[in-house]
């Protein structure tokens, strides 16, 4: 088995699914040589602060956004905790009826989506 490790650091907090997962695609992208299968990918978060800590605003971003995001990932928690985990997906998911299956509650995620999408 051959395994490796890469880690990079936000410029800024963030508790936006998008901006992790395309951060961690990004290092996967630029680490990963496809000689090796890939049998298990994980992600780690680390330095965690908590959400009402003051961050200083970055002035070419865009803070409304950002904001939406946060808010439909709230969305999307609040119908998966009320309804079930498979209440709502991201449509790239039913490309892989085996996938799409996968409880991401169970602490096991399979990112299928953002390597063929």
């Given at each position: 088995m051959y395994s490796f490790s890469r880690q990079?650091?936000?410029r800024q907090p963030t508790n936006?699914?998008?901006e992790i997962v395309t951060a961690a695609f990004q290092l996967f992208k630029?680490?990963?040589k496809l000689e090796?299968?890939?049998?298990?990918?994980g992600i780690r978060a680390a330095d965690l602060v908590l959400?009402?800590?003051p961050v200083q605003?970055?002035?070419?971003?865009?803070?409304?956004k950002k904001e939406k995001l946060e808010k439909l990932d709230r969305t999307v928690d609040e119908i998966r905790r009320r309804f079930g985990y498979f209440s709502i997906q991201r449509a790239a998911m039913y490309q892989d009826k085996v996938l799409s299956h996968l409880d991401a509650g169970t602490h096991t995620i399979?990112?299928?989506s953002y390597f063929h999408g």
């Amino acid at each position: 088995m051959y395994s490796f490790s890469r880690q990079i650091h936000l410029r800024q907090p963030t508790n936006i699914t998008n901006e992790i997962v395309t951060a961690a695609f990004q290092l996967f992208k630029d680490n990963y040589k496809l000689e090796h299968p890939i049998r298990s990918l994980g992600i780690r978060a680390a330095d965690l602060v908590l959400d009402y800590i003051p961050v200083q605003l970055d002035l070419f971003g865009n803070q409304e956004k950002k904001e939406k995001l946060e808010k439909l990932d709230r969305t999307v928690d609040e119908i998966r905790r009320r309804f079930g985990y498979f209440s709502i997906q991201r449509a790239a998911m039913y490309q892989d009826k085996v996938l799409s299956h996968l409880d991401a509650g169970t602490h096991t995620i399979h990112p299928h989506s953002y390597f063929h999408g």
